[in-house]
Structure formats: structure tokens, C-alpha cells
């Protein structure tokens, strides 16, 4: 899965730590696919008894949703305006896409601060008060500092 950009990058040589397809690949528990015609069909309010006068339109919206392996979730959609271009997998490719470029800034997030932490260095706290204590007192008084990572 390199894109234009992955290539570039790695081309250049940049290799500091980074989000790549492959992590966020690593992150997806499961996928799941539906339109928004089967969303209505199997919502519980059962305000589509009536197919006969259903929308069109429910059927070229795809939705995408992506279990990551924390559990959350981040949906992607693909909205089609021709009916006559309507390609269900073609739908489900642009909302998975869709979904993937919303894991992008969540492990951006992550990945900052594991950085930002390593930089730091650890960082211990007095078990009584809660509050920030030198290295050197956690050192010296182990009994009554945790550390941090």
C-alpha cells in the first residue's frame, strides 16, 4: 500500500517515527459495510415498512465503519448523485478510504505523545500529594514516589 507520498517519503529518507498504512492497518479489528437503505431497513423505529415509496437515494449512500483495536470506531460514507454510476464496491472502496483518513489524526495524536514522553524522560509523582517530585528525591525517597512512563 505505498501511495505516491509513502514512496516520496521513504525515498528522501525521512525516518523519524511516523504514522504509515501499515499501523494504521494494524489498527483495524474489523470492517463493516452497509447503505443507508439497509440502515433504514433494520432501524427500530420501522419508519421504512414502506419500500414501495423508499427514497432511491438510500440505496447510493455506503456507509463504512471501522472497529480499530481499542474499540473505537470511525465511520466513512460515499454519497453516489448519478444512479446509473452506482457501483456497490467502488462505493464501499471510497467509504473505507473515507473511514481510514479519519485513523490518520488519531494516531498522529498518539504517536506525539509517546514522543513527547520519551523526550521528557520519566516522571515521578510523591504518593501522598499527588504532585511532581525531582528525580533525584524519587531517588532518594523510593518508598513514597511512583514513576511514570
Known amino acids: 500500500m505505498n501511495s505516491p507520498i509513502q514512496l516520496e517519503i521513504e525515498a528522501k529518507g525521512l525516518t523519524a517515527p511516523r504514522v504509515t498504512p501499515a499501523d494504521i492497518e494494524a489498527e483495524i479489528a474489523s470492517e463493516h459495510f452497509f447503505t443507508a437503505r439497509d440502515g433504514a431497513k433494520c432501524a427500530p423505529c420501522g419508519n421504512m415498512r414502506d419500500y414501495a415509496n423508499e427514497p432511491a437515494a ?3 449512500l455506503t456507509f463504512c465503519v471501522l ?3 481499542n474499540g473505537f470506531t470511525v465511520t466513512g460514507e460515499s454519497a ?5 454510476n452506482f457501483d456497490a464496491e467502488i462505493g464501499r472502496k471510497i ?9 490518520w489524526p488519531l494516531l498522529g495524536f498518539r504517536l506525539r505523545d509517546r514522543l513527547v514522553r520519551e ?4 516522571r515521578f509523582r510523591c504518593a501522598q500529594t499527588g504532585a511532581y517530585v525531582t528525580e533525584e528525591y524519587a531517588l532518594a525517597n523510593p518508598a513514597t514516589t511512583v514513576r511514570e512512563s
Not at 119 to 122: E, I, T, V
Open 58 to 60: 438510500l440505496k447510493l
Open 67 to 69: 472497529v480499530l483495536r
Open 80 to 84: 453516489c448523485a448519478s444512479p446509473e
Open 95 to 103: 467509504a473505507r478510504q473515507n473511514a481510514v483518513n479519519k485513523v
Open 119 to 122: 523526550a521528557r524522560g520519566p
